[in-house]
């Protein structure tokens, strides 16, 4: 299992990075979702004979297994997700015949997760941007550890440091999202009012809403929704857009700066992770 997992920053797909996180030696995660614009990246990716490809299903997945290129042998069910054992079955149906992959955000996640099947986990901490629960990241790690001999991978507040901490504490591997968001092979795909945001902010400024962590500035209106919102009403409107989409930031959002400094390009971040 490759060690370090690269997914998009945003709930947006790009066959560009998708190549860049390749090339660098990292497991590239493609998001699956109603308006991700997967379709067009994954053709992209088949044309060009991707494979070692891993897609995240995310709630509002509106993709079939059939429509997977045989390119795609990893599917992360990501938070929020129908993960039973017949949906593991179905995914598993794809034409690469892929593994299938939890990410859980509770230790009873986890339970419900390994009892349906999966091939392996991902620990998301409650500091991560999006779905998530009330554990931490490295809390939910030993958790997960703790459950058997299944791989456990951890997502949420990975840098340099934490990504060699999780490996010492068990974990087989590490996921980044928001950490690769100013990279140049995000540029198009990340806007750019967020690329400045991303630049200043300190990751208090989040909140949890439908249990969804959100950028939660005070003029926008995620920091006034009730925290009870339906989760599906949050979901639909998941996006990059700040002031019009409710945008998953997590409070390791300041490392996107930090890791695009230390960091000039995504190969170097990779080689030091």
Do not use: N
């Amino acid at each position: 299992m490759d060690r370090v997992w690269l997914c998009s920053p945003f709930p947006y797909a790009s066959s560009r990075l998708a190549r860049a996180v390749t090339d660098a030696g990292a497991r590239a995660v493609v998001p699956l979702g109603a308006h991700t614009g997967a379709r067009a990246a994954l053709r992209h990716l088949d044309r060009r004979g991707a494979t070692s490809l891993a897609v995240e299903v995310l709630a509002d997945c509106d993709l079939d297994p059939s429509e997977l290129p045989v390119g795609v042998d990893t599917v992360l069910l990501a938070a929020g997700t129908v993960a039973d054992a017949a949906t593991l079955e179905r995914w598993r149906g794809a034409p690469g015949a892929p593994e299938v992959v939890v990410e859980v955000t509770s230790h009873t996640e986890a339970l419900e997760a390994l009892e349906a099947g999966c091939d392996a986990l991902v620990a998301k901490g409650a500091e991560a941007g999006g779905r998530v629960g009330e554990t931490a990241a490295f809390i939910l790690l030993q958790q997960c550890v703790e459950l058997g001999d299944t791989p456990v991978l951890v997502r949420g507040g990975i840098g340099e440091h934490t990504a060699a901490a999780a490996i010492a504490g068990g974990a087989a591997g590490v996921v980044l999202d928001v950490q690769v968001a100013l990279y140049d092979e995000c540029l198009g795909l990340v806007p750019e009012e967020l690329r400045r945001v991303l630049h200043t902010v300190d990751g208090s400024e989040t909140r949890v809403v439908g249990g969804h962590r959100l950028y939660a500035r005070p003029d926008l209106e995620a920091a006034t929704m009730a925290e009870d919102t339906p989760a599906e009403a949050v979901v639909a409107r998941l996006g990059a857009a700040v002031g019009t989409d409710l945008v998953p930031l997590g409070q390791d959002a300041h490392l996107a700066a930090v890791m695009a400094r230390r960091h000039p390009t995504l190969h170097r971040l990779v080689t030091t992770l």
